[in-house]
T-cell receptor, first 118, second 112 residues
């Protein structure tokens, strides 16, 4: 148990559906992240939030919409996805952003949400 | 192009042997970290080495960093079947992006 909880663990959705992935961290961290992990590809950083403010959007298509209502919760809203968006979506948190002293150096990952788009 | 690339992509060894994985990166870094991922699960932080450090140890793990060659290696000594997992290096650049950049990983299989 890393202190970062993701739900649901598995999600199957059609291309016209709207669904959301949820992430909650119980570590008192100020930074949260969404990463995408596809087969045989490096982890792709999608979004970075610091103190509920989005600080990085890594050229992610608008069919992925993040929301950070408070420093403990992060959502990824999904709309009109494509089959190639099927992947493991990993949420992570850190005490501070990387580079902001030692506090930001270790990030803690959730177990991920397996998404299948059919 | 990705910042970190691990080598080899896959490695199979016998229990008790040492496993060595390498990581190369392209830009100057603040630090380099190694993470482990069991199949289909989240990543777990193993060890961090700063750009001004050359070697670091943690239990059976030994990490080296050569900033002149922009490369790092992770050595797992006396491997166990439970070490079977994917191992990723992640770099934090000196400037710019405020998040870690991960490589593709090395899949390690330790045969009992």
């Amino acid at each position: 148990e890393t202190g970062v909880t993701q739900t649901p663990r598995h999600l199957v959705m059609g291309m016209t559906n709207k669904k959301s992935l949820k992430c909650e961290q119980h570590l008192g961290h100020n930074a949260m992240y969404w990463y995408k992990q596809s087969a045989k590809k490096p982890l792709e950083l999608m979004f970075v939030y610091s103190l509920e403010e989005r600080v990085e959007n890594n050229s992610v298509p608008s069919r992925f919409s993040p929301e950070c209502p408070n420093s403990s919760h992060l959502f990824l809203h999904l709309h009109t996805l494509q089959p190639e968006d099927s992947a493991l979506y990993l949420c992570a948190s850190s005490q501070a952003l990387p580079g902001q002293g030692a506090r930001g150096n270790t990030i803690y990952f959730g177990e991920g949400s397996w998404l299948t788009v059919v | 192009s990705q910042q970190g690339e691990e080598d080899p992509q896959a490695l199979s060894i016998q229990e008790g042997e040492n496993a060595t994985m390498n990581c190369s990166y392209k830009t100057s870094i603040n630090n380099l970290q190694w993470y482990r991922q069991n199949s289909g699960r989240g990543l777990v932080h193993l060890i961090l080495i700063r750009s001004n450090e050359r070697e670091k140890h943690s239990g059976r793990l030994r990490v080296t960093l050569d900033t002149s060659k922009k490369s790092s290696s992770l050595l797992i000594t006396a491997s166990r079947a439970a070490d079977t997992a994917s191992y990723f290096c992640a770099t934090l650049r000196d400037t710019g992006r405020r998040a870690l950049t991960f490589g593709s990983g090395t899949r390690l299989q330790v045969q009992p």
